[in-house]
């Protein structure tokens, strides 16, 4: 049996400086990580974690309060190479979604009071795409939501990540507490103006004044994240307890890691340089190529490989033609569309990203990277074929992709098999998919037009839409090997 490197956890500090929203897998393995090995090196407390759950996982947050918050992180290099690492960090964990009585009362009280405590210094994010509220395409907030149009009627009892970071700001504007930073830590363009634009205009429904003190005050740095941590699976626990490990709040991710962060920190910040943290003045070239290369190619796989039955990223890059194809799509549709800092070689980051899919030792289910395309897509495959359309140039990777995506959301695979479509436009997709199911042509163009998904400009690009009605029509009558061979030919 391998011998994984253990390291454990610190004592508890009992000290925290940073709350975050979205206590799931990746907060664990990356932020969390970050955390605990910069207190390991310099012994510093001050920046311990309350980490809080909104909407979903009461489960997660009473299962590491009853594990005193320790929990384990087991880093994968491959199946020889194993660290297990045990993470103190977390001193607290809150609640504050709805009851089983359906109250959204439990700890938002306790949550919005450690938000505006004086010794919280940073907020961070993972709550997902559909967390902040926001029309993918345009990046505006969705003040049409129920969930917004209820913060704003209540603006005290907030039900949303922006809706709790107005509400703890204007306490400690109220309080003459200066405001915390915000760092969204989640897979979206440019996520620091992102969230900043989420929080003002949600903060402008309720008060002006309040709306520009945060825009004029408060610091909404990017960040790039880069680690993949599938969601566990039982075989994962299985593993683990071979180890020795019986944890059920444990993570398992691949040994890489990867945080380029803008630094802007006015109320102060770990060192996080000396754990490997990119501190730049500018993320944005780094999360675009994150975002187009990484996961542009996972939604391909993802699609493409789920409507062919294949479960996982790494029996999907196992697949020669699928992986031509990403390698394809990467070097030939995203790599020219970025602009990076010197030193970045694309071509090798290519290679290395289709080496990270081919860890053996994680089974990332096709199924999870599928979910919520509508939020995804614009970043990872759309506003780059934007680009391209507007040159002149052709995408035809993404139409295939495009026409995946669509046939996915009809909830059937190539086979017949049926599974959720799990994405908050679900219910207009098997809309779109009863009226427009039968004829193609419609339902394309009906895809196409949703503004809130694909940019007008490329809707309006005549070739590409006939590249994804071609690429769909290909795809659903030779299957997936007819419309790669398609594509091969294109
Ligand atoms: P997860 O499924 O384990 O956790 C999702 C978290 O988001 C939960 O805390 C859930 O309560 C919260 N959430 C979902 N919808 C929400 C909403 N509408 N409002 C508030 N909170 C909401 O997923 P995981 O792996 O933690 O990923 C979360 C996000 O982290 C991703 O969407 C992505 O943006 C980012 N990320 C994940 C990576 C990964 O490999 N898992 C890598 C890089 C970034
Ligand atoms: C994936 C990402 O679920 C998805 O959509 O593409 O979570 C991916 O694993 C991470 O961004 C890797 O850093």
């Keep these: 049996m391998i011998a994984p490197q253990c390291i454990e956890a610190m004592p508890k500090s009992g000290r925290i ?18 955390l605990e090995r910069y207190r390991q090196r310099s012994g510093d407390g001050e920046w311990g974690v309350c980490s809080a759950n ?10 590491l309060r009853a594990a005193g918050h ?5 880093e994968y290099a491959d199946r020889e190479s194993i660290t297990l690492r045990e993470i103190g960090v977390i001193e607290e964990t809150l609640f504050s979604g709805r009851d089983g009585a359906g109250n959204w009362s439990r700890d938002r009280e306790a949550l919005l009071k450690r938000m505006a405590s004086e010794d919280t210094h940073i907020v961070t994010l993972t709550v997902t795409e559909k967390g902040y509220f926001l029309n993918p395409a345009s990046g505006e907030l969705r003040d049409d939501h129920t969930m917004i149009i209820g913060d704003i009627a209540s603006p005290q009892q907030p039900r949303t990540a922006p809706g709790l970071l107005v509400e703890a700001l204007a306490r400690r504007r109220e309080a003459g507490i200066a405001p915390f930073t915000v760092l969204s830590c989640d897979n979206m363009p440019e996520n620091g103006k992102r969230t900043r634009q989420a929080v003002v205009q949600l903060a402008e429904h309720q008060n002006a004044e309040l709306a520009s003190w945060i825009s004029s005050k408060v610091a909404f740095p990017s960040s790039m994240v880069d680690r ?13 307890a071979a180890l020795g490990v019986t944890d059920p709040n444990a993570v398992v ?24 943290v990119e501190m730049v003045a500018d993320v944005a070239p780094f999360e675009t190529m994150k975002l187009r290369m990484l996961n542009g190619s996972h939604s391909l796989l993802a699609y493409l490989g789920a409507l062919a039955g294949i479960e996982t990223v790494f029996e999907g890059v196992n697949h020669d033609e699928l992986r031509e194809l990403l390698r394809r799509y990467m070097l030939e549709e995203a790599a020219p569309t970025l602009e990076m800092p010197e030193g970045i070689d694309l071509d090798a980051y290519a290679d290395s990203l289709l080496a990270r899919f081919a860890n053996d030792s994680l089974r990332h289910r096709l ?17 780059g074929a934007l680009e391209r359309s507007a040159a002149g140039q052709s995408s035809p990777c993404v139409a295939l992709g495009m026409a995946a995506w669509i046939r996915y959301t009809a909830g059937q695979d190539l086979q017949g098999n049926s599974y959720p479509v799990d994405d908050p436009l679900a219910k207009r997709f098997a809309e779109l998919n009863q009226v427009y199911g039968s004829d193609p042509s419609a339902l394309v163009a009906a895809y196409i037009a949703m503004a809130d998904v694909v940019p007008s400009e490329l809707a309006a690009d005549k070739k590409f839409v006939q590249d994804v009605l071609a690429a769909y029509q290909t795809l659903t009558q030779d299957g997936l090997d007819g419309a790669l061979a398609a594509l091969e030919r294109h």
């Design 17 to 34: 400086g940073v709350v975050h929203l979205g206590l799931g897998a990746f907060h664990r393995a990356h932020q969390a990580v970050y």
């Design 54 to 63: 909104l909407r979903s996982s009461v489960g997660l947050v009473d299962g």
């Design 70 to 74: 320790r929990y384990h992180v087991a």
């Design 228 to 240: 993949i941590v599938p969601a566990m699976t039982d075989a994962d626990f299985e593993r683990l």
């Design 253 to 276: 991710c691949e040994a890489f890691t990867q945080w380029v962060v803008e630094d802007n920190f006015p109320m102060g910040r770990p060192d996080w340089e000396a754990e490997g």
């Design 367 to 383: 199924q999870q990277i599928a979910m919520d395309g509508s939020q995804k897509l614009p970043q990872r495959w759309l506003s």
